[in-house]
């Protein structure tokens, strides 16, 4: 079976494998109030590169979840080498093992996309406590797509569709949330056009070189520069 675009994520295990990378991360985090007593899931949580970042820099509770079992072992390599004392689970987003009101920010960069985000969004919901703060960071056209831009981007990426920025508000808002920001907005093209920083840590060049992984990777490259000033990326913040 030919590799998915996160089965090419996890083999090279990509840092940062959201648009705006840890850059966008740390300035959304540095606008919510983390104390010692915050719990704080990284839902989707990849190499766990967010996670590591948070548990050095906050004083918080950090949890963490992803389904790839090659992306969860790269996390806990991660979290063991530094000593970072975060819970860790392999999971799914649509059926999360978490109690009711257990979190008070759950951060979700790149993940919902690639679920049922319907189901995501009410666990989700339902994993937050009533004061809490979800935030969305995902892929968002910026106008309906036609059928045939869907069908090309859902071949690369393996989704079921790219939803508009008022998509996202009306599902999020489905799930139960009663507000829902704006806090980043950019298409591919702007992002790229405002000078971004690199992310040193980039990815594994340790991974044996793999053909099929390679082209996935550059089937996504390839496709956001045809796609850049249609597609974009949103960051949602939702309360209840
Ligand atoms: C594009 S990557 C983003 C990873 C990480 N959040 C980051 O920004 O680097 C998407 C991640 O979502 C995870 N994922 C996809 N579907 C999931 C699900 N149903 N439950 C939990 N994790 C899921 C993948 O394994 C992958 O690690």
Same mark, same amino acid.
């Given at each position: 079976m030919k590799p998915t675009y996160q089965?090419?994520?996890?083999?090279?295990?990509?840092?940062?494998?959201?648009?705006? @990378?840890?850059?966008?991360t740390k300035s959304l985090l540095e606008q919510e109030h983390i104390t010692a007593a915050t719990e704080l899931l990284d839902a989707g949580?990849? $190499?766990?590169?967010? !996670?590591?970042?948070?548990?050095?820099?906050?004083?918080?509770h950090v949890t963490s979840i992803d389904y790839h079992p090659t992306m969860v072992n790269r996390a806990r390599h991660r979290f063991q080498k530094e000593q970072l004392p975060i819970r860790l689970f392999q999971g799914n987003v649509e059926k999360l093992? %978490?109690?009711?009101? =257990?979190?008070?920010?759950?951060?979700? +960069? !790149?993940?919902?996309? %690639?679920?049922?985000w319907k189901k995501s969004l009410k666990e989700l919901k339902r994993v937050l406590k009533p004061n809490g703060v979800l935030l969305v960071l995902e892929m968002t056209s910026e106008r309906k797509l036609t059928s045939n831009e869907q069908y090309n981007m859902c =071949?690369?990426?393996g989704i079921e569709k790219? *939803? $508009?920025?008022?998509?996202?508000?009306?599902?999020?808002? +489905?799930? @139960? %949330?009663? !507000?829902?920001?704006?806090?980043?907005?950019? =298409?591919? %093209?702007?992002?790229? =056009? !405002?000078s971004p920083e690199?992310?040193? +840590? @980039?990815?594994?060049? $340790?991974?044996?070189?793999?053909?099929?992984?390679?082209?996935? *990777?550059?089937e996504h490259s390839h496709i956001l520069y045809v796609y850049g000033n249609i597609i974009g990326y949103r960051v949602y913040r939702a309360t209840c």
């Open positions: 089965d090419a994520l996890a083999y090279y295990g990509v840092n940062g494998a959201h648009p705006g @990378g840890l850059p966008l949580c990849g $190499t766990g590169q967010t !996670s590591a970042y948070i548990k050095r820099n906050y004083p918080c093992p %978490f109690h009711d009101k =257990s979190f008070d920010i759950i951060l979700v +960069e !790149s993940v919902l996309i %690639f679920t049922d =071949s690369v990426y790219v *939803l $508009t920025e008022q998509e996202w508000i009306y599902e999020i808002k +489905e799930a @139960g %949330f009663a !507000s829902v920001d704006i806090k980043a907005a950019h =298409s591919v %093209f702007s992002y790229l =056009s !405002s690199i992310d040193e +840590e @980039g990815l594994d060049l $340790t991974a044996p070189r793999n053909t099929e992984m390679e082209n996935k *990777l550059m």
